[in-house]
């Protein structure tokens, strides 16, 4: 016999004094202040931030680590962890070490995969994010 699966949330404090995102600037700030000192230059990294109806963040997700050029997404855990926290809204954010902001055909292609994705669920993809130093 299989073992059940246990599905909890808990959001470890009150979201009430969070303050909504309201923009892509703001976004890439807060996400920024997520990286450790000095490894947004180190190797690639997604982030997602999980957020209610008003844009008030419910919280993140370090998603993955990748390579010094290469990020690495599955949609399928970035939603779930989005179904588990009932989530509304997202926003997915990575690092280009190289300090170049240009999405790649890969981010495009990704992101539109996501996009499409998260719709089914009744998730909004807010926006994906590149983060520089």
Do not use: W
């Not at 939603?79 to 926003?91: E, S, Y």
């Not at 954010?93 to 998260?118: E, F, Q, R, V, Y």
């Amino acid at each position: 016999m299989p073992p059940e699966i246990e599905v909890s949330y808990s959001s470890g404090r009150n979201n009430k004094s969070q303050a909504p995102i309201s923009g892509s600037e703001m976004a890439a700030n807060y996400i920024r202040s997520l990286f450790p000192k000095g490894e947004i230059e180190l190797q690639e990294q997604v982030i997602v931030l999980y957020m209610n109806r008003a844009n008030v963040p419910i919280g993140f997700h370090r998603h993955s680590k990748g390579t010094i050029t290469q990020g690495l997404i599955d949609v399928r855990i970035i939603l779930g962890v989005a179904l588990k926290c009932l989530c509304v809204n997202m926003i997915v954010a990575h690092n280009h070490p190289s300090g170049n902001t240009k999405p790649s055909p890969a981010d495009i292609d990704m992101t539109k995969k996501l996009k499409a994705s998260a719709r089914l669920m009744q998730i909004n993809l807010l926006d994906h994010i590149i983060i520089t130093k």
